[in-house]
């Protein structure tokens, strides 16, 4: 299973739209406490969009709580990554391997004790020198689209479920 990874996300609507992306990939999501909002809150639920029901998610207390649940195969997106995102195998042959892809707060991105713990994982999209980063539920699809090009998107809709296949035949 691919699993995205927020660690300490600040902002409320990243975090929907981010849900949104995850229920739209059957991509499961940790949020790794403090939380800058409550997931209660409207900002949340709006840019998910009523898609937040189809999320399948989970709440840690820290780092610690999370990854010692949660073994596999860790990729931190950090602008202090020497390679590409694209340089990663991600097609997981044998399945048995859950592939995390970590993310940090808006404002400071992932502690640096852990990114030093994890130098060979850590990634970077690259971009100019005219901004410092991308928006993180831009990053956020990014990398998923990535992992599941590379898995050939897996059990993904092909097709448009809701007005048919050929709609634009008719």
């Not at 940790?30 to 189809?54: M, Q």
């Not at 610690?64 to 073994?71: C, G, K, R, V």
């Not at 596999?72 to 997106?77: A, I």
Request: glycine share 4%; charged share 25%; with cysteine.
């Amino acid at each position: 299973m691919n699993n995205v990874v927020l660690y300490a996300p600040e902002i409320p609507q990243n975090t929907g739209n981010i849900m949104r992306t995850c229920a739209a990939t059957n991509t499961r999501l940790h949020l790794i406490k403090p939380l800058g909002f409550s997931l209660d809150e409207k900002a949340v639920k709006r840019s998910g969009a009523n898609y937040i029901d189809n999320c399948d998610y989970r709440v840690y207390e820290n780092w610690d709580d999370f990854q010692s649940q949660n073994p596999g195969e860790y990729y931190f997106l950090t602008r202090y990554g020497k390679k590409p995102h694209t340089s990663f195998n991600y097609t997981n042959p044998d399945k048995k391997r859950s592939i995390y892809l970590v993310f940090g707060r808006e404002s400071t991105g992932i502690p640096k004790e852990i990114l030093k713990s994890h130098l060979d994982t850590c990634l970077r999209i690259p971009m100019t020198d005219k901004v410092r980063a991308l928006n993180l539920s831009n990053c956020v699809a990014l990398m998923v689209y990535e992992v599941l090009r590379q898995q050939n998107y897996n059990d993904l809709l092909r097709e448009e479920p809701f007005k048919g296949k050929n709609y634009l035949e008719e």
